[in-house]
């Protein structure tokens, strides 16, 4: 990138329970030593970032930074999706996953020096009911957990997801799942299933290991039914990344995938909740969005 570039940084001032909005004149002041001319385009409602971004591909723009958390990084992306616009990441979430999953790290200044130096590269994308994600899916427990998280308004980052996951492991029911994907067909009382691109959630939890983001596969992780006297080690296990030998744990590489449950269940993506539903339909884009890396 050459010097002074305007960049267009679509900013979520209410990213990390509004505590982004507090932080607009110091990131400001850190993209122009970094060389950059940011031109902020301030959300006030939901969906907004997406018809920002479009506007922005519309004009020919060749990078969109997108400064919030997991949430506003999958609106942009909506637009940015099957384009030559690139998306830079800008971390003032509470979970920052996707970038954990891209990089390791989650690091404000590493981020920045990244959106400078770095190159766009094609990453694969998520479909799920004609939505994209960029990060995870998950449907049942921690669909309910990242509801429970996102309704209260005391818990930020990974304890308070911890704090949510806890609550729902003493009171979360089972609930029958039957699962069609290329990779195979199952069916078994469960617990969840996400369906990830990367390899982290829930601010931290490790529930994918090994994920790629540009292999061209999702990964199914499908957890059976366990009482709950058992849930909270296995929790643990989750969130280290030390479950998948499990025998109650079912793992797969798919390119699409079609999930139904007995009942209506939360599902969220990139840490945003979208209608409860008893049916998924899945499906991989393999390098269908450039990311400033």
């Known amino acids: 990138m050459g010097a002074m570039l305007e960049l267009p940084v679509i900013f979520n001032p209410a990213a990390d329970r509004g505590r982004a909005s507090s932080r607009a004149e110091e990131l400001k002041a850190r993209l122009t030593e970094h060389g950059f001319r940011p031109v902020f385009l301030r959300t006030t409602a939901p969906g907004e970032a997406t018809a920002m971004a479009r506007d922005l591909v519309a004009k020919g723009v060749p990078v969109v930074a997108a ?8 609106e942009v992306a909506q637009a940015l999706v099957g384009t030559n616009t690139a998306l830079a990441i800008i971390p003032l979430g509470s979970g920052n996953d996707f970038l954990r999953s891209l990089v390791g790290v989650v690091d404000l200044a590493d981020a920045l020096r990244r959106v400078r130096q770095g190159k766009p590269r094609p990453v694969d994308v998520g479909e799920a009911n004609g939505r994209f994600y960029l990060n995870s899916l998950g449907m049942g427990i921690d669909g309910q957990i990242a509801e ?100 109650r744990v079912k793992t797969a590489l798919v390119r699409w995938a079609e999930v139904q449950t007995s009942r209506p269940l939360r599902v969220y993506v990139d840490g945003e909740l979208l209608p409860r539903t008893d049916r998924l339909s899945i499906r991989v884009h393999p390098g269908a969005l450039k990311v400033v890396l």
Do not use: C
Not at 67 to 74: E, F, K, P
Not at 165 to 180: M, W
């Open 148 to 247: 429970d998280f996102i309704r209260w308004k005391f818990l930020r980052g990974e304890l308070g997801y911890l704090w949510a996951a806890l609550y729902e492991v003493a009171r979360f029911r089972p609930f029958e799942l039957r699962l069609r994907s290329d990779a195979g067909s199952w069916e078994f009382q469960g617990l969840m299933v996400s369906v990830m691109n990367g390899s982290h959630t829930a601010g931290g939890f490790h529930l994918a290991p090994g994920a790629s983001l540009t292999d061209g596969a999702l990964n199914l992780i499908a957890i059976r039914h366990y009482p709950r006297i058992v849930r909270v080690p296995i929790l643990v296990r989750v969130r280290q990344g030390k479950h998948l030998g499990l025998r």
């Open 67 to 74: 400064a919030g958390g997991d949430g506003t990084l999958n």
